[in-house]
Nanobody, 123 residues
Framework: QVQLVESGGGLVQAGGSLRLSCAAS????????MGWFRQAPGKNRELVAY????????YYARSVKGRFTISRDNAKNTVYLQMNSLNPEDTAVYYC????????????????WGQGTQVTVSS
């Protein structure tokens, strides 16, 4: 069982930055690939980025590539999402999710989800 708690969301002006954190419980965090997803009102949940168990080979959605950076600290059981050059289209609830071992782009493949944190970017 893994419990995930996101933090770091908030209101920011366009062009600004935020850093999301996702703290995981349990002793097997390093066995889980981690993903950040987002869901805007009226839209499907979409993958923003994922990172492998070891922290290598991160993947980014085209819409955030070059602006967002995913990282993890297995010693702290935490995954991060650094978001720079934010624009109003980034407004959404952001969720972290954990999947045993192998990464995936598909939300249904993830085993555990956090409660989400709201990110609002004003123009």
């Amino acid at each position: 069982q893994v419990q995930l708690v996101e933090s770091g969301g908030g209101l920011v002006q366009a062009g600004g930055s935020l850093r999301l954190s996702c703290a995981a419980s349990g002793r097997t965090f390093s066995s889980y690939a981690m993903g950040w997803f987002r869901q805007a009102p009226g839209k499907n949940r979409e993958l923003v980025a994922y990172i492998t168990t070891s922290g290598g080979n991160p993947y980014y959605a085209r819409s955030v590539k070059g602006r967002f950076t995913i990282s993890r600290d297995n010693a702290k059981n935490t995954v991060y999402l650094q978001m720079n050059s934010l624009n109003p289209e980034d407004t959404a609830v952001y969720y972290c999710a954990a999947k045993a071992w192998m990464v995936s782009t598909r939300p249904p493949d993830y085993d555990y989800w956090g409660q989400g944190t709201q990110v609002t970017v004003s123009s």
